[in-house]
């Protein structure tokens, strides 16, 4: 039999906590229980990770790339639209991505729950990877640029709220028609917010030429 290389297992295994944390949660994902599922020895998850943390963290690491993927195609798609359509789009994007795989969403909360009473170190990771990515956006794919009275990491943590928010009480009474009006409001408001800041000059773009298409 051949022999599995051990990133290949690293892998296996993390596809396995995540696949039981997402079908009986977190609490469920038990060193044990993760060695069943990826049917290997304890000795083997002992091998690849130090500890149960270890292994979390890894997972947090990788985690959001099926939620952020399509995302990012979207984005891809509406490239050289105005401001508005493109964080609609986003917004959106992640929206259906999300509803349609709500237990991945759900554990996200419970990785960073159970991380923030331990050492955070997986918190800490899976809230960088949103904000780099929303940053991104908002550097490279709006062309807007802060300065010292506006930086773009505020604007990704108040995205950030949004989604957050918006999608844990989501989660809570599923009710869609509310939650859709509530990222409406939210998104005019952090819209104008943004295109006030453009004009005044507390945030920049890129190339002021491309401004008029950009607000």
């Known amino acids: 039999m051949p022999r599995v290389p051990a990133e290949r297992r690293r892998e296996q295994l993390m596809e396995a906590t995540i696949d ?8 469920a994902a038990s060193v044990r229980r993760i060695a069943e599922r990826a049917n290997v020895s304890l000795g083997v998850v002992h091998y690849c990770f130090s500890s149960k943390e270890a ?14 993927g399509p995302v990012a195609e979207a984005l ?9 359509v493109k964080v ?6 992640f929206w259906d991505t999300t509803i349609a795989d709500p237990g991945r ?22 809230y960088k990877t949103y ?13 807007v640029r802060g300065t010292d009275g506006n930086s773009t990491r505020t604007i990704a943590r ?10 844990l009480a989501w989660m809570v009474d599923r009710d869609s028609d509310m939650t859709n009006a509530v990222v409406e409001n939210y998104l005019d408001m952090l819209l104008a917010y943004v295109e006030a800041a453009i004009k005044d000059g507390r945030l920049e773009v890129t190339d002021p030429s491309s401004a008029p298409a950009v607000v």
């Open 105 to 126: 969403q759900l554990l996200s909360y419970e990785l960073a729950s159970w991380s923030v009473r331990g050492d955070g170190v997986a918190a800490r990771t899976l």
């Open 55 to 68: 292994l979390i963290n890894a997972v947090a690491e990788s985690f959001l790339n099926p939620i952020l």
């Open 20 to 27: 039981l944390a997402i079908e009986e949660g977190l609490a």
């Open 88 to 93: 609609r789009t986003g917004i959106q994007a």
């Open 158 to 167: 108040m995205v950030l709220t949004l989604t957050d928010g918006a999608m």
């Open 76 to 84: 891809e798609s509406v490239a050289d639209e105005p401001l508005r």
């Open 131 to 143: 904000l780099d990515f929303i940053e991104s956006f908002i550097v490279d794919g709006l062309g």
